[in-house]
């Protein structure tokens, strides 16, 4: 190896290990390797500073073997075309982020009850004629049903969260038909993607019709789950649903709040109630919101919000100034966190068709 390209590899070295967290060749064979994802263009072998790895051809493919001591710089996981690395393409672009407190009374809160906060302060000052939420069905105990708000006490009652899908676009386009021209969207990437493309592609209603308007607020989303499957899932650990008094789902934990107490499991243990579609989303920090809200990257009783949009960020700049919510910038730790667990769903994609 000329000694040029050694030396330009050590300087790729230092730099990753300065400034990002570096990964072993053992993550890139588990993610990549192993998976059946390796594309054989040979860029991790030849860019490895201290040839430990080798392409190795097996029933003429070509498998990136490790052969040598690996250093973990992190250069082999770095260079894969298949690896996400980036932090537009695992978190997306934002002008800036923050962890913010509502200070509105919400017995439902979650979290920091930011996004109640935000849809309140829209609908008392008529930036928007209403918002899109969801709430438990009447009859049914935690089935999703999406609703529209035009009063700030409606709000309340969609407090909390509930991890199955909900219709929100539909219940947007009822909104539209029947003559409201501005409303406030909350919903995971999926809900908020559709939206998007309403906005930016030539068919779209909202590119077609400027005089209508869509403000999206993207939840953080891991996976949703099927109603069935969550009814079936808590019977039998015992929990009847109509005792349920709140979920969430923190650090890898679902937690299920009665009045008996808490029930807690590790999510994967809900991986059969699963909804199917959620196996296909990569995004888990919904990046073409205008504001993206999540519990990822903050202390307990507040929401971690990455403004998008400037839009966005007057929204939230004049939430608290007027008093609906008090915000402060989000500590570069906190950023990690999102793009960590963010590089976790995004990466989980492919191991939908493991290689045989």
């Not at 939206?195 to 077609?208: C, D, F, N, R, Y």
Request: aromatic letters at 8%.
């Amino acid at each position: 190896m000329a000694d040029s390209v050694q030396d330009d590899l050590a300087r790729a070295e230092r730099w990753l290990k300065s400034n990002t967290k570096r990964n072993a060749f053992k993550k890139l064979e588990k993610e990549i390797v192993k998976t059946g994802v390796c594309t054989e263009c040979g860029a991790c072998v030849s860019n490895c500073p201290v040839d430990a790895l080798t392409g190795v051809y097996t029933t003429g493919k070509y498998v990136p073997t490790l052969t040598g001591n690996c250093t973990s710089c992190g250069i082999c996981y770095t260079v894969c075309p298949r690896t996400l690395v980036f932090w537009k393409d695992l978190v997306g672009d934002f002008r800036s982020a923050w962890k913010v407190r509502s200070k509105l009374q919400n017995e439902k809160r979650q979290d920091g009850g930011a996004v109640i906060a935000f849809l309140s302060y829209m609908l008392d000052k008529k930036i928007v004629e209403a918002a899109v939420v969801t709430r438990q069905d009447t009859k049914k105990p935690w089935m999703p049903v999406a609703v529209l708000a035009v009063k700030k006490e409606e709000l309340m009652v969609a407090g909390g969260s509930i991890y199955t899908h909900s219709p929100v676009v539909q219940e947007m386009m009822r909104g539209f038909k029947s003559g409201l021209k501005t409303i406030a969207v909350v919903g995971t990437s999926c809900n908020i993607d559709a939206i998007s493309k309403m906005e930016t592609h030539p068919a779209g209603l909202l590119q077609i019709d400027l005089g209508l308007g869509a403000f999206k607020i993207g939840l953080f989303c891991m996976e949703s789950f099927t109603y069935t499957g969550l009814v079936q899932f808590l019977e039998k650990a015992g929990v009847d649903l109509k005792e349920v008094q709140r979920m969430a789902i923190s650090s890898g934990v679902f937690t299920v709040t009665t009045s008996q107490g808490k029930h807690e499991w590790p999510v994967e243990d809900l991986s059969r109630a699963t909804a199917s579609s959620c196996s296909y989303c990569r995004d888990f920090s919904c990046k073409n919101a205008d504001l993206s809200c999540g519990n990822i990257g903050s202390d307990e009783g507040w929401t971690t919000v990455l403004v998008r949009t400037i839009r966005g960020e007057q929204i939230l700049q004049e939430s608290a100034a007027d008093g609906y919510i008090e915000a402060e910038l989000l500590d570069p730790k906190g950023l990690e966190s999102i793009e960590r667990v963010a590089r976790s769903k995004a990466m989980r994609y492919y191991s939908l068709k493991p290689e045989r």
